[in-house]
């Protein structure tokens, strides 16, 4: 799912919780995404647009794992709104639950049942890339346990990692040799990718809520950073994140695995 405006996936979220108080869900309600903002889709997309062979397809996704009744929950509390008392209905067809959902949303019946089918089996890609960002000190539990489930097929694909922190917007923490949630993320895992990068990202302090906004403030008083709570600066350094798409592309295949 791509986080913004235009996106068919949003547009249904949002759409089920303005508008509808109750929910009669099947179980796609469960189905596993990886929800990911438009700008990072505009990013990768730029990455792309620059290598000299770019794959005829690329998957993206973020790093957090979540099911569309999560994600309904979230966006509810975010919007300031409450959220659909959700009954679930397993007799519910997949092909009746698009129609249903197409009823209340502005997204057509021929869009809605790919969603609702859910993602592709990652056994299909070419290559893996799991980016992750830190929130609170620390990547998303998610990341590892997507990595712990998945292990046998990250090692039978070409394979990288990458993590955003504003911390990395620092010289001598740019690098994964350097950069302490890089080493810890190498210390809480088995798993060693071919590649791995480390990148700033953006601090937009009016992004997040109140509680994060203060924590973030708090922790960029300790490191030396903008503490201004009408801060916007971009800390990714492009040119590098371009450079690892290229690093990726060229990855030779993987081992089978086992």
């Known amino acids: 799912m791509v986080i913004g405006d235009g996106s068919a996936s949003f547009q249904i979220v949002r759409s089920l ?58 966006y509810a509390k975010v919007a300031g709104r409450r959220g659909p008392v959700i009954v679930p209905v397993p007799v519910l067809t997949p092909g009746l639950s698009s129609h249903w959902v197409a009823l209340f949303s502005p997204v057509d019946t021929g869009v809605v049942r790919p969603l609702v089918d859910g993602p592709q089996d990652a056994a299909t890609f070419d290559a893996i890339v799991i980016g992750a960002s830190i929130r609170h000190g620390k990547h998303n539990p998610a990341v590892y346990a997507f990595i712990g489930e998945n292990r046998a097929l990250l090692d039978s694909k070409p394979n990288a990692f990458f993590s955003v922190s504003l911390v990395a917007r620092k010289p001598h923490k740019n690098t994964p040799e350097t950069n302490p949630y890089m080493q810890k993320f190498l210390t809480l895992t088995t798993w060693r990718p071919q590649l791995l990068a480390v990148f700033g990202g953006v601090l937009d302090y009016q992004r997040y809520g109140p509680f994060d906004r203060h924590i973030i403030r708090f922790i960029m008083r300790l490191t030396g950073g903008p503490i201004d709570l009408h801060t916007n600066v971009e800390f990714t350094p492009w040119d590098e994140v371009r450079r690892f798409a290229g690093r990726v592309a060229a990855l030779p295949g993987g081992k089978p695995p086992g």
């Open 17 to 74: 919780v303005d508008r509808l108080p109750v929910m009669l869900t099947p179980r796609w309600v469960d189905t596993p995404s990886q929800p990911i903002a438009i700008d990072d889709v505009v990013t990768s997309l730029i990455a792309l647009g620059t290598m000299d062979d770019p794959p005829a397809e690329a998957q993206l996704g973020g790093a957090d794992v979540l099911s569309y009744r999560e994600m309904l929950a979230r």
